[in-house]
Nanobody
């Protein structure tokens, strides 16, 4: 079992920044993929960004150039730095571990 604890969501004005964190604990394998998905009201859950244990990353086109995913493998923690936020980034953001384990979600609201 793997437990994921997210933090860092909140309310921010358009153009602002937020940093999400996700700490994993439990049965963690050295080779893994962690990342972030999001789900806006009335929409399907979608991939935001993922990062492998080797450091390879993949981003949704909608966030490229604005969001940066990173990880601290020693702490089993993944981060999502979100800059130039837009109202359409408003969603619940979920941390994921190897597409199997999911966090409880953290709300990000971009509004003036």
């Amino acid at each position: 079992q793997v437990q994921l604890v997210e933090s860092g969501g909140g309310l921010v004005q358009p153009g602002g920044s937020l940093r999400l964190s996700c700490a994993a604990s439990g049965r963690i394998f050295s080779i893994n993929v962690m990342g972030w998905y999001r789900q806006a009201p009335g929409k399907q859950r979608e991939l935001v960004a993922v990062i492998s244990s080797g450091g390879s990353t993949n981003y949704a086109d909608s966030v490229k150039g604005r969001f940066t995913i990173s990880r601290d493998s020693a702490k089993n923690t993944v981060y999502l730095q979100m800059n130039s936020l837009k109202p359409e980034d408003t969603a619940v953001y979920y941390c994921v571990y190897t597409d199997t384990y999911w966090g409880q979600g953290t709300q990000v609201t971009v509004s003036s």
